[in-house]
């Protein structure tokens, strides 16, 4: 895929995870009516705008089922990792 920057931004289809927490909050505590252009949105040290093209519902298929099972096992390792890495300092 090109680097968005070259596609004037473009990001083309992506889900809630793809956001940082202050942008996914501002995108879908009160979703955006479509073609409403939102921001400037700060984070770090980059500013970011945002406009929604379409909402696409959420269908729990087998792959996203399976891409949930297995951020969710990633989350959990790290963090049992970290805990015995710190245990034994």
Known sequence: MKEPRSLCGYTGETNRLSFSPDIAA???????????????????????????EKYIPADLTPIVRQEILDSLFEEWISKE?????????
């Not at 990792?81 to 300092?89: G, K």
């Open 26 to 52: 501002a995108i879908f505590q009160d979703p955006l009516p479509i073609g409403v252009l939102l921001g400037p949105i700060q984070t770090e040290e980059v500013h970011h705008l945002v406009r929604i």
């Open 81 to 89: 990792l970290n805990y015995i890495i710190n245990m034994q300092q």
